[in-house]
């Protein structure tokens, strides 16, 4: 199977280390590429107005490169263009990260919490959870007041906090299961879910999981994206005789094949 | 006051119209400006897809113009780019055709059911009327199987493909008001009430003049957006820094000035 | 444009400032009547008991008076009888402050607070923000514990108790937006403006700006209330035969011409 | 026990045969008494300004005589004027058509559909129904196209609409329990449920038969009226100042007692 | 009438004294029935799995003994097998804890709060609460940390725990009604309700009410359970000749007959 | 990874074939037991009380067994027992057909319709689809009128309503994916998939699949199922001294393993 992970931002930091993480978790016979944008869209998409700049550069790719996967993952926990990007996503899945986490917590637990970064973020992931269908399982999103460019800077003080902010979530608001609200807050789940006693669901490993199943009940039983009314691809003819999604594609950097990585190993 | 109509496409071929329509319905001390996307940009968006390609540029253009703004408006019924580009508005209000119809339907009338053009259109703008919290007052959306670009085309088909409809909405799904769907769907309102017996709400004056309000409240009273936890705008240094938002401005006409044409007049 | 303010009080201390505040703020073509009711009629409504004892009074002079006005504003955040005048308003639309306010907010920000009076009041408001759809957006209603009729009392305690609940509802509620839940908590939204930093919406301003341009539309666009189904109004043969709502008029004060003071002074 | 049923229109023809169905049908210890309005008072309550206009009627009644009553009934399906009677109500408990019958369909069966009168009236009765929280429980609301006057006049007729609507209701929207949604289609839910094989719930004997539960277990466990928060009555010192509720009570008939009745048969 | 109720675990230490509190409430012509499990049975059924173990209890019991009730009562505020119960309760109406409190607290009040045992019952309550459609009135599920088997132990200490949480319901959540959120919690709501100020509404008393009336109404008027749709019962010949609800009949025992106990004394 | 795959019915006549499906889809590492239930267990589950009769096999199985397996399936698409299997699940993950189906559902399309066997089933199969939250995209429940026992009885017929009820369900109700609500109704989703032309998913295949996915991001992440407020297990002490789960365990039939068969053959 091969996927394609999605980094909606410029200069990735964290991208080696993404790839990484999903190269030691990967089945077996699964590729992996990971795409970040090109070195001018923001390094951070915190902000709505910069989800903006790097909706086309999601469509593009998709458009472009869904042939060569059977899944799709989109970076980041906002799920920044997955109504748009799974328009042109052929028969390749997509998932993101607040979908899919939302949807293994539903399976664990009664209720859970989302451990964001900011409050900046809430009201959008609020409604995303809201149109997911998870909103009286959710009983609070709790902000670490940490953005996503530190998240990976000082450990101790990120872990620090999410512990704190986790431990009122179980305890107070009743959780039964912890988010974490972005995939910049990868490498904490296993230590959070031991201090906290309770599952703790990365942003980057469940919607790649995710993209694992979907890829294979995708190949195995044609559970391809449906093309029926909302879901209707734009006409090949008007694409083309417009000259869309053709000029000013973004820089495209294949970072890791898991596969390969492991291989070589 | 000023305001600025954001049309979202490009090789607009309404957008005269439109304007024209605007002029003669604006107040006294209103100037319009109306602003299509270049030539390359897609020429309907029907597409999430083609959405995608154009969000960055209303976001672009809001930030580069707001300040010459008391209120923007955009002018799609998907609100496409609605948060995004109120991020960057500054002290201007932003309205969308798919919010300003429902506010207004909801004072007139129980239930309302909305003419789409094609049933492509019906999952998101289902979603946004659930978002903005009219799904229970919705009846319908009745599509009428008419694309974007054909409203204009043969205005006896689309009338009573409308009166069709619309007499469906009412009679059928108990609708009390009647929106329509799509700003490419201006002209018809007047004769479609006439043959209903019922409001019918136009989705390109039914944002300006909500727009003309916010806009004088917001100069009278302060009722500027909030700028408070989702609503935060970016961060100057960050914008700068990254150099974000300057490059790849595209053209922007200035089609009209209602103020001015008529003053001239 | 002709609005009938009503003031659904009897012996109304705050009609002539409420008349005052509107003739600033209207457009230049606006001419404003502000009506209170018989002075045997409760001074303040906030009891559910007492609304009932006016609602017959706000039905008669809006099937007597509608076709002397555009628009009709009533004036308690209860929106007492906002179903039942509007069903005898005629071509008059018809605003209320629960109403108006929640769909400006709507548009300002992601999530409003209400500082309402009493305790005793948040049932009934609660259910119509349910009802009108905003109760998703709606984080928190906070008690002021000051009655109708002790707001412009002591005008410094009020400011202050507005000041310390609207940073709780900002800081601790997370509300983007503030609206001030009673028509009598008028004169302070400027003020708390600047002390909090979010827009702060006016409850007797709201419906009247909304008044004014749902009365334009409705000149300009034929968008008059709609009569269909459940707006259908009663038969005038019906009303004649019974001699409903002529009997036992309230009596009507004139109180200011908004238009006609500016034109004098 | 005690009951005050009010009927909340003037010269109300039905009025003796619903005291004698409710005669027939009530607990050996209840005493029945039934009220309606003033002759000038609408004889049917079907458009919301004929509301208006006897709600104070039934708020004047209601705080005249609740010490002579455990339960109160209003007997009309858009249960007017219940939150501002129950206000009054002191240790009377309150019931209605509307909020009783959806209460037990409820504990009959998954799903339920109400007969209504017309199509003006679904509105309000939907609106109230998604108020008590049954909204997911009704398939349909089916309008007999007969006025609330006309249900008695040609019982053939009457019955036979129903069974027509009803049935549909049953077979094509899935109804397991039918709802008549007037207190005027009294008489006929026997026929109805031998027509239709399900059962069918009358708008009389619903809130009666729940009031007499209500009234027996305030007095045996205390379950009186909340008067906590919204549920505050209002304080007897300004209703005394005020000289509120006194003036201008309608005049009171008691047409029958039904324990009277039938200790004399 | 004939009431069975359902106590539904084994070795029920309060079985005595709810059936001498139901004797004592009863009306005149109620004969009631109260049944418990095997002594194998689990002692209490806080947890969902000893639910499972005791769900066909129910239905075999109520299989068996249908014929011979009225109306059947699930002593367990989970309302445990209510769906399954109802299903083979032939014309016996069903009632259960739950869903009869949240009824009669719609009557009394706006809001309330339910008092539970522990935590763990929350998110299942919660579940039905939400079914039953009464979420948007629960301010709060406050739990005493007291288990089924505890709350009779130490009654000075049950009583303290309740009325502190009862009163943090009311004043901090805004309850306006107290629901006691087990059938164990009995013998408490009058001394709560003296020192709260709001009705407290028992779970043993609200059902067995609630079935008096329905069993009152289902032979008075035919409102019988629906056999329609989702309420069809199982096949009489696919019972027999699979030999179903048969064999393995739990130990009936019949502790006390209100009706008789009455008589005698 | 093991899995367990519950057959909740006695002389389960599909369990073979079930099996083998199973067997044909599985990764290369994946054991599966199938398990069904003794003879004198009801042979098919439509009715509540049928449920009633095994939900206590399902439990006893899952606490005696879930230390052999990584995840386990209820094969039921009423989802029988869900919450009941989960709390004694121990580490293995639970699924089950209705919440596994809509999960993947609304990943590959905006709506869904799912094609139930009889009208019974619908109010049971709504509300979980409530439950879940996916309420809002599911279309319609459209019933085959085919019983459980029949489905494999008559393929030509099966499929055939299948069709006609899928191009409906499509092209009426505006479904973008079909889910077929029966495990008995396995085999079909190929040819239905080709004919309508839109996702078509299997309730056998989705929680199988979704279980190997739960079974491995458990045992990879440590994202076992919480333990936690409503999801804690019952207290071993308890379960020890008053002998649950031990006695009457039902006859277990290991019928196939996946994995050994493939490596034999």
């Given at each position: 199977m091969r996927i394609l992970y999605l980094d909606p931002v410029g200069q990735a930091s964290f991208v080696g280390e993404i790839a990484d993480s999903l190269a030691q978790v990967s089945r077996p016979d699964t590729q992996i590429?990971?795409?970040?944008?090109?070195?001018?869209?923001?390094?951070?998409?915190?902000?709505h107005a910069y989800e903006a700049l790097i909706i086309a550069d999601l469509v593009r790719i998709t458009y472009a490169l869904n042939k060569n996967y059977d899944a799709i993952v989109i970076g980041c926990f906002y799920d920044v263009g997955l109504r748009e990007v799974r328009e042109v996503s052929g028969k390749a899945v997509v998932t993101a990260p607040c979908q899919s986490t939302t949807a293994i917590a539903s399976q664990l637990g009664n209720t859970f919490s989302v451990l964001v970064g900011r409050r900046k973020w809430i009201p959008k992931m609020s409604e995303n959870v809201r149109l997911y269908g998870h909103d009286h399982a959710?009983?609070?999103?709790?902000p670490?007041?940490?953005?996503?460019?530190e998240f990976q800077q000082d450990h101790d003080y990120t872990c620090d906090r999410m512990i704190v902010e986790g431990r009122k979530a179980v305890e107070e608001d009743g959780a039964e299961v912890i988010i974490l609200g972005c995939t910049a807050e990868f490498g904490?789940?296993?230590?959070?879910?031991?201090?906290?006693?309770?599952?703790?669901?990365d942003a980057i490993l469940a919607p790649f999981k995710y993209a694992e199943m979907l890829g294979e009940t995708a190949k195995q039983f044609g559970w391809y994206p449906s093309r029926k009314w909302g879901s209707e691809a734009p006409p090949q003819d008007e694409i083309?005789?417009?000259g869309l999604f053709h000029d000013d594609l973004p820089e495209i950097k294949t970072l890791v094949s898991a596969k390969a990585e492991r291989e070589l190993a």
């Open positions: 590429d990971v795409i970040s944008l090109q070195p001018d869209r923001p390094r951070h998409i915190e902000y959710m009983v609070s999103m709790r670490l007041e940490i953005g996503v460019l904490f789940h296993e230590t959070l879910q031991d201090e906290l006693g309770v599952p703790v669901i083309d005789s417009w």
